[in-house]
């Protein structure tokens, strides 16, 4: 029986995710993940890793709720198994706060963590420049792990692996029959979207094994999450900004800002510094399209474009990416041998 090629470009955690899902749910598929990167090379793998997420404005609730509360299910249920070590995904409790009392006191996603409620005013009193503030217990999942993880899994599921550059997409066209792009910020290039942008992002990862609980200020631009290996302290968030060097004065705006918030992190050495650029969009693009090439219509299915949310909506996107997936095996000619 002839079985449908499909190509993932993207090793990022929103690229192996969707492998994993396809692989995994679609065995009349071959799969093969085709990216420049891999970890622990790629945007994903510095990322604090903590879910949380920002809320797109385009996409309405309910879809947004969707996939949120997938990524968690899923990733709770690691949580609770033995691969939990093996993942690096772990449970962690801490704060959102805020300088002034927000609109929306309760973000959607507060249904799906664990134990959300608002800050009493003697909890507050510990970030005197703050007036609200949210306590809960989310999920950490840290993606030096995770995705070597994702990747076995995926390798276990059938899936193989090419590292390289896809320069147009005329090249996979020869090969595959589906494509799934997952490239994040080099769909910029790839498929000339020109609404995604980078969103600079400089972190610290210090040793402060005596922290246990995050602090986050709520516009996500300062923050402490402690972690199994360090803790990450950050950040910055630049948009447009493409420069991946180190910048002097990021690191000590963020020692200073979140000294302030956890004077003990003073005592703390700084293990090593890293610059990532989240895939800024004003809302993931997660759709299927025909793409002409070579004069043939080649289905596409795109996944990209989490911004500064990509860990936390990773499963759930990826799900609504197979049905897609689903979706252009129905419409095939070739599905007759499907
Ligand atoms: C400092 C910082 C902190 C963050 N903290 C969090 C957090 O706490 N929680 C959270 O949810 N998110 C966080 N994020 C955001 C998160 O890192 C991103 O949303 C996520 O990593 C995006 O994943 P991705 O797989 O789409 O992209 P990437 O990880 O960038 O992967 C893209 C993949 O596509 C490949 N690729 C691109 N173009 C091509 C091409 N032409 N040919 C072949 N391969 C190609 C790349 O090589 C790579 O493998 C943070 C980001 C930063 C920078």
Redesign the pocket.
Known sequence: MKRARVVV?????????TAVCIAETLPLCSVTV?????SP?????????????EFFPDIPLARQRQWFKDSFDHLFAIVQSESSPEAGVMLSSGCQIFPEVPADTKPYWSDFVIGFRLMTDRELKRFPNHKFGQAFTTI??E?SSYLLWLEKRFRKAGGLVQQ????SLEELSISYDIIVN??????K??VGDAEVYP?????LKMEAPWLHHFVRVADGKT?I?PGIRSV?V???RQDGDWRLQLDEGDTESVLQRCTRLEPSLSQAKVLCE??????GRRSPRVERELVQLRGCRVPMVH????????????WGTALEAVGLVRQCLHEMPLKSNL
Do not use: M
Request: glycine share 22%.
């Open positions: 470009v993207g090793a990022g955690v929103v690229g192996l995710s085709v990216a420049e990167k891999f090379d790629t945007t994903s793998d510095g990322a604090a890793g903590i879910l949380i997420s950490k999942c993606c390289r550059k896809v320069n997952c490239s994040g910020l080099g769909s290039s790839l969103v600079r992002g400089q972190v923050y999450y990450t950050g950040g910055t890293w610059v990532g650029l989240r895939p996944n990209y474009g989490h911004g500064g949310s990509g860990i936390t909506l990773s």
